[in-house]
């Protein structure tokens, strides 16, 4: 999937670098160290509101319209990436779309000391955290400013939501569909409902009638025919064309012929076709085809 977020200037692709190195101790196995040092900062700083087990039960929660999280829960906890809670840390909540009443600690606590955070909140949780499923956030280029943080990490990954949950009409039609404002009101008439201002966003939409007006991010030509419903009944996973959806903030994606891709051809460097193009939808059908299905290859097929 590495090809769904290639874009950026070396400067970025430098700085990426580093910061994936600086964090990789913390997906690696917890250190004790850390784990003693990072129970010290959390007590410190974090039990007066998630506790000193880390459960939401800490002596300021009561006053919290949004409980604050267990985190000691693991089957919520272990699918998030290290980077999204050291964000959520340094920078508070809304960072991540969530409720302005997690603070940021950016200027009490250091780049290492977070880390230590991170790793005596991963020594909490139960189910155990296991360092060698962890996984980072993915960055997805181009992604369009929508009118609602809608943060699939927090809803893909932490709560496991399907995504045909939201995008309901991806098994019975030709477009997913997007979430209506009834069906994110069916969750967040009580969740953050109170103190979180992009989902206070969904109660005024809601208010007034209207739609939420999300921008589109996949699209195929005009001329293009692309049903999801067979897709899906052939167990095609959704990453399969959209990429790590759920280790994304925020979605967006390269997708469709480049002229990078049409000049290399053009001089005879065959290179793998990108994401959404015509040539890369026929290697998959020909690959699944070698696995024994029967994926059509027909032009008539996408084009009628």
Same mark, same amino acid.
């Given at each position: 999937?590495?090809?769904?977020?290639?874009?950026?200037?070396?400067?970025?692709?430098?700085?990426?670098?580093?910061?994936?190195?600086?964090?990789?101790?913390?997906?690696?196995?917890?250190?004790?160290?850390?784990?003693?040092?990072?129970?010290?900062?959390?007590?410190?700083?974090?039990?007066?509101?998630?506790?000193?087990?880390?459960?939401?039960?800490?002596?300021?929660?009561?006053?919290?319209?949004?409980?604050?999280?267990?985190?000691?829960?693991?089957?919520?906890?272990?699918?998030?990436?290290?980077?999204?809670?050291?964000?959520?840390?340094?920078?508070?909540?809304?960072?991540?779309?969530?409720?302005?009443?997690?603070?940021?600690?950016?200027?009490?606590?250091?780049?290492?000391?977070?880390?230590?955070?991170?790793?005596?909140?991963?020594?909490?949780?139960?189910?155990?955290?296991?360092?060698?499923?962890?996984?980072?956030?993915?960055?997805?280029?181009?992604?369009?400013?929508?009118?609602?943080?809608?943060?699939?990490?927090?809803?893909?990954?932490? $709560?496991?939501?399907?995504?045909?949950?939201?995008?309901?009409?991806?098994?019975?039609?030709?477009?997913?569909?997007?979430?209506? /404002?009834?069906?994110?009101?069916?969750?967040?008439?009580?969740?953050?409902?109170?103190?979180?201002?992009?989902?206070?966003?969904?109660?005024?939409?809601?208010?007034?009638?209207?739609?939420?007006?999300?921008?589109?991010?996949?699209?195929?030509?005009? $001329?293009?025919?692309?049903?999801?419903?067979?897709?899906?009944?052939?167990?095609?996973?959704?990453?399969?064309?959209?990429?790590?959806?759920?280790?994304?903030? /925020?979605?967006?994606?390269?997708?469709?012929?480049?002229?990078?891709?049409?000049?290399?051809?053009?001089?005879?460097?065959?290179?793998?076709?990108?994401?959404?193009?015509?040539?890369?939808?026929?290697?998959?059908?020909?690959?699944?085809?070698?696995?024994?299905?029967?994926?059509?290859?027909?032009?008539?097929?996408?084009?009628?």
């Amino acid at each position: 999937m590495a090809r769904w977020f290639t874009g950026g200037g070396c400067l970025l692709a430098v700085l990426a670098l580093l910061s994936a190195a600086f964090w990789a101790g913390a997906s690696a196995a917890l250190d004790p160290r850390d784990v003693q040092a990072g129970q010290a900062l959390f007590a410190r700083n974090c039990a007066v509101c998630h506790g000193e087990s880390g459960r939401g039960d800490g002596t300021s929660a009561a006053g919290f319209a949004t409980k604050p999280a267990d985190l000691a829960d693991g089957r919520l906890m272990n699918d998030l990436p290290d980077d999204f809670l050291r964000n959520i840390i340094e920078n508070g909540g809304p960072a991540e779309g969530l409720a302005p009443t997690m603070p940021p600690f950016r200027a009490l606590l250091s780049a290492m000391q977070v880390r230590q955070v991170i790793a005596y909140v991963r020594s909490l949780a139960r189910p155990p955290f296991r360092a060698e499923e962890h996984r980072s956030v993915a960055t997805a280029p181009h992604a369009p400013v929508q009118p609602i943080f809608f943060n699939h990490i927090v809803h893909a990954s932490s $709560f496991q939501l399907a995504c045909q949950y939201c995008h309901a009409q991806a098994r019975r039609g030709t477009a997913a569909g997007l979430p209506s /404002v009834e069906r994110c009101m069916g969750c967040h008439k009580i969740i953050g409902a109170q103190d979180n201002p992009e989902i206070a966003k969904i109660h005024e939409y809601a208010r007034r009638g209207e739609p939420i007006p999300w921008v589109r991010v996949f699209k195929v030509p005009e $001329f293009t025919y692309f049903p999801h419903k067979p897709h899906v009944r052939a167990g095609v996973v959704c990453q399969t064309c959209h990429g790590p959806i759920e280790r994304m903030r /925020v979605v967006g994606a390269e997708t469709g012929r480049t002229l990078r891709n049409d000049l290399m051809n053009l001089v005879g460097l065959r290179t793998s076709p990108p994401p959404l193009s015509m040539g890369w939808c026929v290697d998959c059908h020909r690959d699944q085809n070698r696995r024994g299905a029967q994926a059509p290859l027909d032009c008539v097929t996408c084009h009628h």
